[in-house]
């Protein structure tokens, strides 16, 4: 059976997870901090798979072993960034080599990370079909006169994106090339979990 446009447009558009950070300011891995009963990393990852995009790669790298547990349930790509503790840079180029790997003609990926508890599917696909009326090879979340993640890559910033060093991550070639950005707005997008006061915001209900 061919298939259908739907389903080609979400094999378009794989999405990058990342969670390979030793959360050092929090003093306990962030990625297992419960969240509406679930971890955030779950939380996170459930909200990728509701997008029915694909593949979704999820990276981890301090406490891979623990945190791989968490989510073995779920439908996920996990690989393991040895060199995590370079920054984020590592960590998006060991997921996009491994998308590239699945899917050799991907057109686009969404880059997202794990503690930012109130992403959406919604907003994921937002980036899909803000990208697919603009002319813009980057669509990014908006906040707070912000822009950073999830933020969707077509193909013509792989290479950018390969080549990130550091912890600089891909704002980096956002704030660089401000021309290839549209954007996206994300309610309370600026919001994400680094410390304990933090997380317990969050869990009081508190918008920060």
């Not at 891995?29 to 694909?54: C, D, F, M, R, W």
């Not at 880059?111 to 980057?138: F, G, H, R, W």
Request: charged share 20%.
């Amino acid at each position: 059976m061919p298939p259908t446009e739907e389903n080609s447009l979400l094999n378009s558009y794989g999405i990058i997870l990342l969670a390979a950070g030793q959360s050092a300011r929090l003093g306990k891995p962030k990625q297992l901090l419960n969240y509406k009963g679930k971890t955030l990393l779950e939380y996170s990852l459930q909200v990728a798979i509701e997008t029915q995009l694909q593949p979704i790669v999820t990276v981890l790298g301090a406490n891979a072993d623990l945190l791989k547990k968490s989510i073995d349930h779920l439908s996920t790509k996990v690989v393991i960034n040895q060199q995590w503790s370079e920054g984020m840079a590592s960590s998006i180029r060991c997921g996009m080599e491994e998308l590239i790997r699945i899917n050799p003609t991907i057109e686009g990926v969404i880059i997202m990370v794990c503690d930012q508890p109130y992403v959406t599917a919604k907003l994921l696909t937002d980036l899909v079909e803000k990208y697919n009326y603009s002319l813009k090879p980057i669509v990014a979340s908006s906040y707070k006169n912000n822009i950073g993640t999830p933020a969707l890559f077509d193909k013509t910033i792989f290479a950018s994106l390969l080549s990130l060093k550091g912890d600089s991550g891909a704002k980096k070639i956002m704030k660089s090339n401000p021309d290839w950005v549209e954007t996206v707005n994300f309610l309370f997008g600026e919001i994400d979990i680094d410390t304990t006061g933090d997380y317990d915001l969050l869990i009081k209900g508190s918008k920060f």
